[in-house]
Nanobody, 127 residues
Framework: VLLVESGGGLVQAGGSLRLSCATS????????MAWFRQAPGKEREFAAA????????YYADAVKGRFTIFRDNAKNTVSLQMNSLKPEDTAVYYC?????????????????????WGQGTQVTVSS
């Protein structure tokens, strides 16, 4: 299984970036996908998740209204459109995959529920 993120970079505050995660080796259409991020000196945190069919998305409060997660099951990709970026969005962004369901309210936001991870892509937002 491979998850490869791309699209990170340096952007000014207020700008936009689109991250993509290309996957292989997964039963992608039955795999729940998510994006997490980790800022320097901080723990990895949930950003967004999307259901298998793409009909349900979940967002952390910090990104709600600015980020959009979407997937293309025909291309085995998941993307994160990030608008109105802020310096506090600076982090390494990771794509994560969970090829099974999880129980418990909000379990989609728990990093321990995800089995496969990409290597991460750096996003830096300058003020």
């Amino acid at each position: 299984v491979l998850l490869v993120e791309s699209g990170g970079g340096l952007v000014q505050a207020g700008g936009s970036l689109r991250l993509s995660c290309a996957t292989s080796g997964l039963p992608f259409s039955t795999t729940e996908m998510a994006w997490f991020r980790q800022a320097p000196g901080k723990e990895r945190e949930f950003a967004a998740a999307i259901s298998r069919g793409g009909d349900t998305a979940y967002y952390a409060d910090a990104v709600k209204g600015r980020f959009t997660i979407f997937r293309d099951n025909a291309k085995n990709t998941v993307s994160l459109q990030m608008n109105s970026l802020k310096p506090e969005d600076t982090a390494v962004y990771y794509c994560a995959a969970r090829p099974w369901g999880c129980s418990g309210s909000g379990c989609y936001a728990l990093s321990g529920e995800y089995y496969y991870w990409g290597q991460g892509t750096q996003v830096t937002v300058s003020s």
